[in-house]
């Protein structure tokens, strides 16, 4: 009888267990956290106050919140995406590019104007202002760049570089340094010759001698990407329109590179992306 009575329990156990999973399955999308990624282009701290006021804003409509997570690089943020492990996602163009080519879920909403209220930013090539170049041995130029998803990385830099120099980047020294300020930063210090980066984070840098010397196409502005394997339709049309329909004294309370406005997506907002080499064809690591 002892028997029976402990197998009864053991299967009463496994059947609250069944139980629980079918209840945590069926919940309602809308009783979980959500989570907004991005990589971490400057310091966390400050990555946090930029974007920390748009997610409350989008909060109050959907009832639920939304929690940030930092990602180390394009290549982890779109393996997470792919998991369903990102509901939404501040990515650059090309990325956003890769990821819509390797999951059907992804949909960019919006993407966020540049300072004069338009779609679209250039990537730049830059140099320190006192420096000469080699020009005559182009292949001795160590060049920093972002990293190899980044729109500014060696996909955009490459022409640029080509153009400048009349020589190719694969015959230089080029490096991923990750962050766009600190490409800058190392141009400054000495340790690269050129760097590429968006033109927003050079001209922050002008002032300490960082000269801009080729500007790329415009490409389309940063977007919000969302998930629609993991957000209703009804969760995807609230972020889209709170975003869309934000005013003014609150969006500019939001961090500097996402604080003048945002438009909507179209069918031809990637456009332009087709004058870049293909995605394919970027290396994943520097050659020194």
């Given at each position: 009888?002892?028997?029976v009575?402990?197998l009864?329990?053991?299967e009463?156990?496994?059947?609250?267990?069944?139980?629980?999973l079918?209840?945590?399955?069926?919940l309602?999308l809308?009783?979980?956290?959500?989570?907004?990624?991005?990589?971490?282009?400057?310091n966390?701290?400050?990555?946090?106050?930029d974007?920390t006021?748009?997610?409350?804003?989008?909060?109050s409509?959907?009832?639920?919140s939304?929690?940030?997570?930092?990602?180390?690089?394009?290549r982890k943020?779109?393996?997470?995406?792919?998991?369903?492990?990102?509901?939404?996602a501040y990515?650059?163009?090309?990325?956003?590019?890769?990821?819509?080519?390797?999951?059907?879920?992804?949909?960019?909403?919006?993407t966020?104007?540049?300072?004069?209220g338009?779609?679209?930013?250039r990537c730049v090539?830059v140099?320190?202002a006192?420096?000469?170049?080699p020009m005559e041995?182009?292949?001795t130029?160590?060049?920093?760049?972002t990293e190899?998803?980044?729109t500014?990385?060696y996909?955009?830099?490459a022409?640029?570089i080509?153009?400048?120099?009349?020589?190719?980047?694969?015959s230089?020294?080029?490096?991923y340094?990750h962050t766009h300020?600190?490409a800058?930063?190392?141009?400054?210090r000495g340790?690269?010759?050129?760097?590429g980066?968006?033109e927003?984070?050079?001209?922050?840098?002008?002032?300490?001698?960082?000269?801009?010397?080729?500007?790329?196409p415009?490409v389309?502005?940063f977007?919000l990407?969302?998930?629609?394997?993991t957000?209703?339709q009804?969760?995807?049309e609230?972020?889209?329109?709170r975003l869309l329909n934000?005013?003014?004294?609150e969006?500019?309370?939001?961090?500097?590179e996402?604080?003048f406005g945002?438009q909507?997506v179209?069918?031809?907002?990637?456009r332009s992306m087709?004058f870049?080499?293909d995605i394919?064809s970027?290396?994943q690591?520097?050659n020194?």
């Amino acid at each position: 009888m002892m028997y029976v009575e402990i197998l009864e329990k053991g299967e009463s156990m496994r059947w609250i267990s069944y139980v629980g999973l079918i209840v945590i399955l069926l919940l309602p999308l809308e009783g979980r956290e959500l989570i907004f990624a991005s990589l971490p282009y400057k310091n966390n701290a400050g990555i946090l106050e930029d974007f920390t006021p748009m997610l409350r804003y989008l909060e109050s409509d959907l009832n639920q919140s939304v929690n940030f997570r930092f990602e180390p690089s394009y290549r982890k943020l779109i393996a997470d995406f792919i998991d369903d492990k990102i509901d939404m996602a501040y990515m650059g163009p090309l990325p956003t590019l890769a990821l819509m080519k390797q999951d059907a879920s992804a949909l960019p909403v919006v993407t966020f104007n540049n300072a004069e209220g338009k779609n679209g930013y250039r990537c730049v090539l830059v140099k320190f202002a006192p420096d000469i170049l080699p020009m005559e041995h182009p292949q001795t130029l160590k060049v920093a760049l972002t990293e190899p998803l980044s729109t500014c990385g060696y996909f955009s830099t490459a022409p640029l570089i080509q153009t400048f120099t009349e020589a190719p980047l694969s015959s230089m020294h080029y490096r991923y340094v990750h962050t766009h300020d600190e490409a800058a930063l190392s141009v400054l210090r000495g340790e690269f010759h050129l760097g590429g980066m968006k033109e927003s984070i050079a001209e922050s840098y002008r002032s300490l001698g960082l000269e801009i010397i080729a500007y790329s196409p415009i490409v389309p502005g940063f977007t919000l990407v969302v998930n629609t394997q993991t957000l209703s339709q009804e969760q995807i049309e609230t972020i889209r329109a709170r975003l869309l329909n934000a005013p003014y004294k609150e969006y500019a309370s939001w961090g500097k590179e996402i604080s003048f406005g945002v438009q909507a997506v179209h069918a031809d907002t990637y456009r332009s992306m087709q004058f870049f080499p293909d995605i394919e064809s970027i290396p994943q690591e520097g050659n020194f």
